[in-house]
Nanobody, 125 residues
Framework: QVQLVESGGGLVQAGGSLRLSCAASGRTFSSYIMGWFRQAPGKEREFVATIRWSGGITYYANSVKGRFTISGDYTKNTVDLQMNSLKPEDTAVYYC??????????????????WGQGTQVTVSS
């Protein structure tokens, strides 16, 4: 079994920064993409950012483009999300995800095989 463990969430004021990290453990697997989704209270989970290891291509939701940066290490199955200029609307539980069987555009949940438990990010105004 593969486990994804997130860390780095917390409370920050608007305009501040946080860095989320995710590491995979357990059974060895080769991921094709690793990324982040988030779910705000009362809303559906949504795509935030992902990195496609082949070519190191990154994808971002329009709402975070220019503020968030995803990076990672394919050999270690780790991925980070640097979040700058945070806004109250960024408040959500952030989930790490990894996929290895299928790629469409990196933005669909069904492209991912493994999910973390989530880490809370709260941005105060």
């Amino acid at each position: 079994q593969v486990q994804l463990v997130e860390s780095g969430g917390g409370l920050v004021q608007a305009g501040g920064s946080l860095r989320l990290s995710c590491a995979a453990s357990g059974r060895t697997f080769s991921s094709y993409i690793m990324g982040w989704f988030r779910q705000a209270p009362g809303k559906e989970r949504e795509f935030v950012a992902t990195i496609r290891w082949s070519g190191g291509i990154t994808y971002y939701a329009n709402s975070v483009k220019g503020r968030f940066t995803i990076s990672g290490d394919y050999t270690k199955n780790t991925v980070d999300l640097q979040m700058n200029s945070l806004k109250p609307e960024d408040t959500a539980v952030y989930y790490c995800a990894a996929g290895g069987h299928y790629f469409y555009n990196g933005r669909q949940e069904n492209e991912y095989d493994y999910w973390g438990q989530g880490t809370q990010v709260t941005v105060s105004s």
